[in-house]
């Protein structure tokens, strides 16, 4: 039986101030021992998130949503995985579909910064999904098995035992519209065949707590990734105890 596994992706969104609260609040929730949380943060605001995490106990790796797949050099703007793990950062989001459509980033360049984020010791949580137009097409699966084929080329199984994947279709990401169960659980019935029985399989995409429960109760789903809702201490824990 796989740990269930519950991802908050904050994107650009908080101060630091706003993370020292939201961390004060969960902790007053009483988090379950039984399941894994993770919480991805802007650049900016790993340390301190970091630092309020361990002061509280509260056991919860702090993130950062993206990384650059050379260790040092001339990249201006870019931030690496060792500066990563020297800011407090355990894990990372890769392949997110805003940073696949936004900033181009590319299969290939995706497969670079998951090795590096296993090369430095970093927990990767990759996100796959096709968007609304090769879903019509019914080209969905064809889409995720290129990004699992070829984001994950060269990984060996214990590499990807390293990782969480999570099933997140672009139409269902912050507009309301999540994936109806079935869709979710036939979706990650089939990542499971690329993946070791250890890796953990998330869905996401507009989840919170009303579809929760429903969605977890799909023997593929073993968690989620969560934006929007992951925003507000109270709505992320009642996902978490869904
Ligand atoms: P959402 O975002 O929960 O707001 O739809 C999910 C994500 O982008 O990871």
């Known amino acids: 039986m796989r740990k269930k596994l519950f991802v908050a992706n904050w994107k650009m969104n908080k101060k630091m101030a706003d993370v ?6 969960l902790a007053a929730l009483n988090l379950p021992a039984e399941v894994d949380v993770i919480i ?3 650049f900016t605001l790993v340390p301190t998130l970091a630092k309020k995490l361990q002061d509280l106990s509260l056991p919860i790796l702090p993130a950062a949503q993206n990384l650059f797949y050379e260790d040092s050099g001339a990249f201006t703007g870019e931030v690496s995985g060792p500066q990563l793990v020297d ?3 355990k894990a990372v989001i890769l ?7 936004i900033f181009g980033e590319t299969n290939e360049v995706l497969n670079k ?3 590096a984020a296993i090369k430095n010791g970093l927990f990767a949580v990759f996100s796959v999904g096709e968007n609304e137009e090769e879903r019509a097409a019914g080209k969905a699966k064809d889409v995720v098995k290129q990004q699992i084929e070829e984001g994950f080329a060269g990984l060996s199984e214990s590499d990807k035992a390293k990782v969480a994947v999570a099933y997140e279709p672009v139409w269902a990401i912050g507009t309301g519209k999540n ?3 079935e869709q979710a659980e036939e979706m ?3 990542m499971r065949t690329f993946f070791p029985d250890s890796t953990r399989l998330l869905y996401g995409g507009s989840v919170n707590e009303q579809n929760a429960s429903v969605l977890l109760q799909k023997p593929s789903v073993d968690g989620f990734l969560i934006g929007g809702a992951s925003l507000v201490p109270e709505s992320f824990y009642k996902i978490i105890t869904a």
């Not at 392949?95 to 459509?101: A, C, D, K, V, Y």
Request: glycine residues 8%.
């Open 188 to 190: 990650l019935a089939y």
């Open 87 to 89: 800011s407090g950062a």
């Open 40 to 42: 991805s943060a802007s």
């Open 179 to 181: 994936a109806t169960p």
């Open 20 to 25: 020292r609260d939201f961390c004060d609040d």
């Open 113 to 115: 910064k998951l090795k």
């Open 95 to 101: 392949g997110h579909s805003e940073r696949r459509r």
